[in-house]
């Protein structure tokens, strides 16, 4: 099939949506690196894996109806000034009981 030439409306429509492309592929990347850092906080408190530090950040985006975008940057602002909604510190902290290890690596044993 014959190539049809294409005409300025055409080129100028297709180097707009790849520049929306691109916007929209930096801001998956910074979301993505921001996610990542909130991941390795929670992975500090709670001595966890870090699979189980996003599963720690997924729930608490779902429980609180926060996206998970907004949560990891409520957890980075929190770590860096110590300041974060109760209901989000509340779900945090009930999570990290929840998922968070009986006892810290490498601590004497309980009891």
Do not use: F
Not at 31 to 51: E, F, K, N, T
Not at 68 to 87: C, H, S
Request: proline share 7%; aromatic share 2%; glycine share 10%.
């Amino acid at each position: 099939m014959a190539r049809v030439p294409r005409g300025p409306d055409d080129e100028t429509d297709r180097i707009l949506s790849l520049e929306a492309e691109i916007a929209q592929l930096k801001e998956a990347i910074a979301s993505h690196a921001v996610v990542d850092q909130a991941i390795g906080v929670v992975v500090a408190l709670g001595r966890m894996s870090p699979d189980e530090g996003w599963l720690v950040l997924r729930e608490l985006s779902q429980h609180t109806n926060v996206k998970l975008r907004n949560v990891a940057d409520l957890i980075l602002i929190w770590g860096r000034g110590g300041e974060m909604p109760e209901e989000i510190r509340a779900e945090l902290d009930d999570l990290l009981d929840r998922h968070g290890p009986l006892q810290i690596p490498g601590a004497p044993p309980l009891g």
